[in-house]
């Protein structure tokens, strides 16, 4: 059976890199696609404190460079690429890139996650003008400044100790009273007085001008009150959306949109296998994607090597 590749890996942050480690190792022509940067959403974390082998923490976007690094090491080069549509219904897979087809035997979706959105007014006519889900790459233009975070989850709260270092205040308005983040993070928060936490409140609007942000509109969900609050950055952090618009007709997705697999990382699909903040996880890290992407990677393998046997 003839195809381009034998193992086309979507994907090059923690878990699609992991996938192109043990594909190279396993000596599979591998294709590693990625449509942005490699290193995924983690290259905005500033830095990781709870993945084995860095005593003293490391940057995402260096832990991210080490991966890259490994993944060339073992022959396998990452595109810069887009899957635009996939035919994944037969032995062979057909993915049609941005500038040509390709056919493979299997495939590892590590497309990730991408940050949601808030759905209120100004949210989008200010992103990039004070909107920002972004604190390593724009908290730096908002030195001694006042700005808002929104979520209660381990990214607002990591993300707001961050901002920290450049605004003077930073109000985090979370929609309950206690927060969602690990202890650790939130004893952190609490100890930190340039954070101001706004509770029980949802922001209905963000307000500004033509030369950006200038607050928000706080609502309390418990009181129905609303006020407003001035600030010149509005960062947001409520959670994620699973990049699979581009598989949801060819694999089972669970509610939220997240691929469903089983502990093989088998997708409801032969061939293809998920790994990641894409899949259906309790637990999305960068030890997790790793150890993922392990098993997607050799249960990958294994299902070339019975197809190229004849066994499927
Ligand atoms: P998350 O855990 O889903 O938290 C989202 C937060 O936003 C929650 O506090 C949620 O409130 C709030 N929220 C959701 N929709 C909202 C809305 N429409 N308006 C206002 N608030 C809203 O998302 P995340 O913090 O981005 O984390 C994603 C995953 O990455 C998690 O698994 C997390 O553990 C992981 N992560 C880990 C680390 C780390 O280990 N240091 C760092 C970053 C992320 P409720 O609490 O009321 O639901």
């Avoid at 449509?35 to 290259?43: D, H, R």
């Avoid at 990452?78 to 899957?83: A, D, F, L, P, T």
């Avoid at 922001?203 to 609303?226: C, D, F, M, P």
């Avoid at 959670?239 to 060819?250: E, L, S």
Wanted: charged fraction near 20%.
């Amino acid at each position: 059976m003839h195809t381009d590749y034998d193992l086309v890996i979507i994907g090059a942050g923690p878990a699609g890199l992991t996938a192109g480690i043990y594909a190279g190792r396993a000596q599979l022509k591998t294709l590693l696609l990625e449509k942005a940067a490699p290193g995924g959403q983690i290259l905005v974390s500033d830095w990781i404190e709870n993945y084995p082998g860095f005593p003293e923490g490391i940057s995402g976007a260096d832990l991210m460079m080490k991966m890259a690094e490994q993944v060339k090491r073992f022959g396998i080069a990452i595109e810069s690429n887009e899957v635009i549509s996939v035919d994944l219904s037969g032995q062979i897979k057909k993915l049609t890139l941005s500038d040509r087809t390709a056919t493979t035997k299997a495939i590892i979706i590590a497309t990730g996650a991408s940050p949601k959105k808030l759905g209120v007014p100004g949210e989008d006519e200010f992103y990039g003008k004070g909107v920002s889900t972004c604190a390593t790459c724009d908290g730096p233009f908002f030195r001694d400044s006042v700005v808002v975070a929104v979520g209660g989850g381990d990214s607002a709260v990591q993300e707001t100790i961050f901002l920290t270092r450049f605004a003077k205040k930073v109000y985090l308005i979370h929609r309950r009273d206690q927060l969602r983040a690990t202890r650790i993070l939130q004893e952190r928060a609490f100890a930190n007085d340039k954070i101001e936490f706004v509770w029980d409140s949802v922001v209905t609007r963000i307000n500004g001008s033509e030369a950006g942000v200038q607050g928000v509109t706080v609502k309390n969900v418990k009181t129905g009150r609303t006020s407003d609050l001035s600030a010149d950055g509005c960062f947001m952090w409520v959670g994620i959306t699973p990049n699979t618009a581009f598989v949801k007709d060819a694999v089972q997705l669970d509610a939220g949109g997240f691929v469903v697999v089983n502990a093989k990382m088998e997708t409801s699909t032969p061939g293809v296998y998920a790994a990641g903040d894409v899949r259906n996880t309790p637990l999305r890290q960068v030890a997790t994607a790793v150890g993922d992407s392990a098993i997607a990677a050799t249960e990958a393998a294994k299902y070339i090597e019975n197809l190229e046997a004849g066994h499927s």
